[in-house]
Structure formats: C-alpha cells, structure tokens
C-alpha cells in the first residue's frame, strides 16, 4: 500500500482496482479527458440540458464500460440510467461506475457470475470532523484497519467502503441507504464486511456484503460484491 502521488494515477488506478475485484470481472478507466467518444442514442437524452462537466462524465463512464464489457468477450451494449441516475446494466451484465473530477473507472461481470458488483475511489484526503461522524460510528471510527498506511484517514476509508459497497447493493433492493444503515468490519488482508442495519430489506436475501480495499497513489479505493450462489471464484481471496 503506497501513499505517493503521481501526476497521472490513472494506470496505477486502474490496475489496483482490477486486483480488488473477483476475477470474474473486468474493469477499464481512465481519464475522462480521454473517452470523448459518440454517446449511443438510448443514452444521450439522459444527459441533454446537462453542465458540459456532467456530459463528459456521463460519456466517460459509458465509453470504459463498453471497452469493460470487450474485455469480457461481451458485446457492446448501451448503458442508459435509471430513475435514481444509477446506470441500468444490459440484461446478462452487473457492473458500477465511480469517478472524479479528472478520472472514471468501471467494473462489469457477467450475472452469472457476480449478482453484484461496487466499485469507489476518493483522494485520500481526511475528511471534516463532522462529517466523519456522520459517515461512521465512534465503534466503527476506533476499529483498528490492519495495514492503514501513516497519515491515512479511517473515516475516508469508511466513507470509501460504504459508498461502494452502497453500489453493489442498489441494483439488487432499491433501497436508499444512509451511512449509518451499514456496519464496516474491516478485516486482515485488506478486507471487509458491511453488514445491513435490521430495518433495511435484504440484498436478494444477503445482509453481508464483502469486499476489499487499498490505499495507491494518493486514493484510497474499494470493491464490494456479492457472488452468485453456488459459483466457485477462481481467486481463493474470495473464499470466505
């Protein structure tokens, strides 16, 4: 885990975030300078009237997901928008989107594989005291994180591991979540459990979502997912 800074952390991003996720799926990113391509028209009326800042983002996102989908032997496909603004994967795929200012990167797996699939990154940066405490607990803010690099914040870490782990969790019960309805356990080895609060419906049964989390490069990252039944990961990491 490396804290150091680099004018174009975009290959180094891109590479840590593929070791995070199960090796059933494929992921692509970059700037978002750099994949201004043609949007496909079941697309481009979700962004039409948007800021040139939320079109490029937008575009971004759908050009790393399709080149995504091309890793995995996929076809091409659209990727339109739902009603909350999350992205509607093509029947047959799960994926996430996250990005910031300058960079994106996108996950996708097949659903035969994966039943969902979180992705987020943030710099690295310690987040306000008052917001801190509103992303987590004091119990979860004084958990020890195995491996925490000096001068990392553990409520950006928190805050990274929620809001993928969110991801992963929407498309599967459509449920809106505050922070405080996940519990983070972070584990050895760069681990973690969320666990759902009891008052909020299960994620196509599961209350647990897993994952794993790095700091590179200035950013901290997280990937959380739930396997589908029955399947046998090929990356023992994912043996739980």
């Known amino acids: 885990m490396s804290l150091l800074r680099t004018s174009d952390p975009s290959a180094g991003l891109l590479a840590a975030l593929q070791s995070l996720l199960p090796q059933a799926a494929a992921c692509a990113g970059g700037s978002i300078a750099d994949a201004q391509g043609v949007l496909w028209p079941e697309e481009a009326h979700h962004v039409e009237g948007a800021v040139e800042r939320r079109r490029a983002e937008f575009r971004a996102g759908r050009q790393y997901a399709r080149r995504a989908m091309a890793l995995l032997g996929e076809p091409l496909q659209a990727v339109p928008t739902d009603a909350r603004r999350a992205p509607h994967w093509p029947a047959g795929l799960v994926g996430s989107i996250s990005h910031d200012a300058s960079l994106c990167f996108v996950a996708v797996a097949r659903r035969q594989a994966l039943r969902s699939v979180g992705i987020d990154f943030e710099c690295d940066t310690a987040l306000e005291?008052?917001?801190?405490?509103?992303?987590?607990?004091p119990a979860e803010r004084a958990q020890s994180a195995p491996g925490l690099p000096p001068g990392a914040d553990l409520a950006k870490l928190l805050f990274v591991i929620k809001e993928a782990s969110y991801?992963?969790?929407?498309?599967?019960?459509?449920?809106?979540?505050?922070?405080?309805d996940l519990k983070v356990r972070l584990q050895?080895?760069?681990?973690?459990?969320?666990?759902?609060?009891?008052?909020?419906?299960a994620a196509d049964g599961e209350r647990l979502l897993r994952g794993r989390f790095s700091w590179v490069q200035g950013y901290v990252l997280a990937c959380a997912h739930l396997p589908v039944l029955g399947f046998a990961p090929v990356d023992p990491m994912f043996n739980y």
């Open 188 to 201: 050895a080895g760069g681990r973690f459990e969320a666990v759902l609060a009891p008052h909020c419906p």
């Open 129 to 137: 005291p008052a917001l801190a405490a509103l992303v987590a607990s």
């Open 167 to 180: 991801k992963a969790y929407w498309p599967l019960a459509r449920w809106m979540l505050d922070f405080g």
